[in-house]
């Protein structure tokens, strides 16, 4: 099916498109954006089932095209409306779905509050929800590449809820100015496997206000309590940077951490994070806890040829901690263990730390083992851990890569046999060596032809990447499976159940206007259009969003 035209909504709370039905393994229903296409409501989209709604069917694919936006024009600080609203809204789905090449924005503009005169308010209501897209108690699914959200309070998010959610994939999106960048979160049940990688998330800083209710992340992820279990999380090969928070109160902002990971009584097993470049470019003060807040409470969480820069802690700890290959520069801490276990760490870099957010000026602390530590030269005496670790300037590039004549270079363990696919390839996909040592860091240091991408793959991910699951090129022409397409005339305005519903692999549309070409949908042999009632998630990011994430001390 293909998408033509603007579709302008002037209906407050509304959803324009809804599928009703679904594909099969391979041959998912794909509703593509041509050329021109944009969806747009002048003031806000449906705070529940957003502008498109999946209808919960599985193996269907929302394809942007050419970045087709879909935008709220009216709903923002300084706008007529401060109402939830959500872009695409994918639930129940048990696989083959997937959101690509969309552009979600501008869905709740917000304007920071800069001092106690200009406070700036919370943000949407009632439920505090503006959600770019969604994918809600979805399974074998992925959300990306391509997609784009900026000026929203979620740009991408997934929630579990079933007794197990299993193989969800983050990857290729590009967040900003929103407080949550990415986010997977679930009330209860196990979530076996999800992988966000290649993602840029930036500039937090809009959704501050000045009695500090938004607490902004780059990528987070949370359970709410004893009946969650996450399994199987990768955080990798990602870029999170800029201003997170412009306000700070002493040497902490508003933002809680780039990636945060936030425990709530759950299980944690062994979550592996690594190729990240995390750069905090706000010189005043940095996340209340750390860059990276790691949990693992079964089994070791990994950290892995990561690169940290800029105020703040690098690495706040909750569990138990493998950290090793990491290239730590100019930060205030290195490692602030508050309440876990730090196992190993070795083969790091450690330059130019500061201190400044620790009395007496301590670089690395461990409220479990060694206390405050002043110097490297004291962590590593009186910790016995980081024996290689390297001290010298790494000399970053602009975009944190290594420069010629890098301290890095070489001075990292070969950690190919612990048989992680993507960490033997650095962010880029550049090809770390089989045998002998790798650069520390994110990025191998590289000259000309000396690097080059294994497996002729995408950065980082090699063949798994390649063709991502519910992908199907055979529906990249907008033929869907089903009932063939009635014509959505172009220039014609619906009201009602006129709106040409869908039938069987259609999708069906709510009143709105369009201009443009002719487009494909379905007929429905079912009649009138089916709308889920809000779900769990909705109510579940409801009850979390009005709470505050509450914030270790730091001691």
Known sequence: ?????????????????????????????????????????????????????SNGYSDIVVDGGPNGPV???????????????????????????????????????????????????????????????????????????????????????????????????IYGNTVSRCNWGILAAGVS?????????????????VWDDWMDGNHHNGIFVFETGPASTIKNLQQYNNYIHGNMSALCSGIISHATGFIFNDYN????????????????????????????????NSGSGSVYNNTFTGRGSAVSVTGTLIFTNNLVSKTDLGLSNLNGTIAAADYNLYFGLTGASQPPSAVMVDHNGVGFCSTIAQWISSSGFDTHAVTGDPLLTSTFA???????????????????????????????????????GAYQYCMGSACTTPDGGPPG?????????????????GTASGNDASTHDAGVEYTGDDAREAGNGGVAGNPGSSSGCACRAGRDPSGPIRYAPAIWAL?????????????????
């Not at 917000?110 to 943000?123: K, L, M, N, R, V």
């Not at 990240?276 to 860059?291: E, L, R, Y």
Request: aromatic fraction near 4%.
């Open 461 to 477: 991910d090699a063949a798994a990447d390649a063709t991502p699951p519910g992908d199907a090129a055979s529906s990249n022409d």
């Open 402 to 440: 290594l420069g010629s004549g890098s301290s890095a270079v070489g001075k990292a363990t070969n950690l190919t046999s612990l048989g992680i696919a993507a960490l033997n390839s650095d962010k880029s996909g550049h090809a770390r060596p089989r045998a002998g040592a790798w650069d520390i």
């Open 539 to 555: 109510v579940a990011l409801a009850l979390v969003r009005g709470r505050r994430v509450e914030r270790p001390r730091r001691e």
């Open 265 to 296: 009584g759950g299980t944690w097993v062994a979550p592996l994070t690594f190729n990240n470049v995390i750069a905090n470019t706000n010189a005043s003060c940095g996340p209340a806890n750390g860059m990276l807040t790691l949990i693992s």
């Open 189 to 205: 049940g196990v979530v076996d496997g999800i992988r966000i990688h290649d993602n840029d998330v930036s500039d937090a800083y």
């Open 71 to 169: 935008q709220n024009t009216g709903n923002g600080s300084a706008l007529p409306n401060q109402h939830d609203t959500r872009g695409v809204v994918i639930e129940s789905c048990s696989g083959g779905c997937q959101v690509k090449n969309l552009h979600v924005d501008n869905l709740y503009v917000h304007i920071p509050g800069t001092s106690a005169a200009s406070q700036g308010e919370d943000g949407p209501g009632p439920g505090g929800i503006a959600s770019g897209i969604s994918c809600d108690g979805c399974s074998n699914s992925i959300l990306g590449p391509g997609n784009e959200a900026h000026d929203d309070f979620i740009g991408v998010e997934f929630h579990w809820s079933s007794p197990t959610n299993t193989n969800m994939e």
């Open 1 to 53: 099916m293909r998408l033509c035209g603007a579709f302008v909504d002037t209906t407050a709370n509304d959803t324009l498109l809804a599928f009703q039905g679904g594909g099969a393994p391979g041959n998912p229903v794909t509703l593509l954006f041509d050329s021109g296409a944009t969806l747009t409501n002048t003031a806000y989209w449906g705070g529940s089932n957003g502008a498109i709604h």
